[in-house]
């Protein structure tokens, strides 16, 4: 439980209860007691986020991350990391479970994991695998897992330790079993982070990196991080409606996140983390890279594509030079081409397809064609 004590006293007309939102309806989570020193508001559960409908621009994604944080911070719960393996049910919805997770991993031979980004969701992110990617080609996969963490203020190579340890203690790197990662955003740093430089190189067979920015992005940085935030809430506003109300609180915490100690710092193109990183040996992984660039976006009446646009132009100075981005880095740090010459590992550098950031893994209607991700996504799997 969580207890907050207030200066202030509720008066006889007054009632205060703490209240959450888990992305489909709001809870009472706790209560308030007013004594003769002011007000004491207790917290005492956070609810389960539910699995709701998506709205195709990852609402859910960003309200799951904000509660992930919330319980690592202010409830103070250490293990909000978790690893699951999902199962498509008959209704082609996909669940994860914690339950015979040993089992499932002792019997697979031929594993699949999935590393959601900034402000993501491992379930979200899986589904859309699942409903766009062939049926034969996931049915290669003896076993899928996907592994939820805290995005905003725990720091990469924490979080790449977490990850490492989990599946040492599942067995990998103790046997012949070998992986497949496909990881999106700061994910895919995470990723790294664990092949390069705490071993996973000894279990991963292959890593594939989606809108990874592998040479940083001036998001990193304060201001410009900032700037960012207020251009992402811009888009939760008039593209998810269910964001709205939400919209001040959102933007204080975004603010507010720069002063954590967390994943957002670490992204700074001149940061110890990504230097330290792209310095790493050779770890004879294959990776494959895929990259978006927003400006090729075209969506026929819908608002959408103007506001694409409209959030490059705002954002272009911190994209050095309105070089080709997908609205957090530009293409030249998502390709990084001068990392992977002279690897020894199979590296595949595929061309930008017409996406931004958050859209990867959300394919808009009307964009399914061959120049998206999910072609890239079949050809290298």
């Known amino acids: 439980p969580l207890e907050i004590h207030l200066n202030h006293s509720l008066h006889a007309d007054e009632l205060l209860l703490p209240v959450a939102f888990d992305g489909e309806y709001f809870h009472v989570v706790g209560d308030a007691i007013t004594d003769g020193e ?17 709205d195709r621009m990852g609402d859910r994604g960003i ?10 911070v202010t409830l103070d719960q250490k293990d909000v990391n978790q690893l699951r393996w999902a199962e498509k049910m008959p209704d082609g ?44 080609g996931m049915d290669e996969y003896d076993l899928v897992l996907v592994y939820d963490y805290e995005s905003l203020n725990t720091p990469l190579d924490d979080t790449a330790k977490q990850l490492k340890s989990t599946l040492s203690d599942f067995g990998f790197g103790q046997d012949e079993r070998r992986i497949t990662i496909i990881s999106h955003s700061i994910g895919g740093l995470i990723a790294r982070w664990m092949i390069e430089q705490e071993g996973g190189n000894g279990f991963v067979d292959h890593c594939i990196l ?35 109300p939400f919209s001040g609180l959102l933007l204080k915490f975004l603010k507010t996140a720069t002063n954590l100690s967390g994943s957002i710092a670490q992204i700074d193109p001149e940061s110890d983390f990504i230097n330290k990183l792209n310095s790493s040996k050779d770890p004879a992984v294959r990776y ?11 969506i026929e009446n819908n608002g959408f594509s103007g506001f694409i ?22 293409v030249r740090s998502l390709q990084c081409k001068e990392l992977w010459e002279g690897r020894k590992g199979e590296i595949t550098v595929a061309d930008p397809v017409a996406c931004y ?25």
């Open 309 to 330: 646009k409209t959030s490059q132009h705002r954002l272009g100075k911190y994209m050095n030079g309105n070089e080709p981005n997908d609205l957090f880095a530009p």
């Open 63 to 72: 309200i799951k991350s904000l509660r992930m944080t919330f319980c690592k």
């Open 288 to 298: 494959s890279i895929l990259s978006g660039d927003a400006a090729g976006i075209t």
């Open 93 to 136: 919805i996909i669940a994860l479970h914690r339950e015979s997770l040993g089992i499932k991993i002792g019997k697979a031979k031929k594993i699949l994991l999935v590393l959601h980004g900034l402000v993501g969701d491992g379930l979200m992110m899986t589904q859309s695998i699942y409903e766009n990617m062939s049926a034969s």
């Open 357 to 381: 950031h958050f859209g990867y893994f959300l394919t808009p209607s009307g964009t399914r064609d061959t120049n998206t991700i999910w072609k890239q996504l079949s050809d290298v799997l």
């Open 38 to 54: 002011g007000m004491k508001i207790s917290i005492r559960s956070i609810p389960d986020q539910k699995i709701v409908e998506v």
């Open 210 to 244: 989606v809108g990874t920015p592998n040479n940083g992005s001036m998001y990193g940085r304060i201001d410009a991080y900032v700037k960012w935030a207020q251009t992402i809430l811009d888009l939760a506003i008039n593209f998810i409606p269910k964001v709205v």
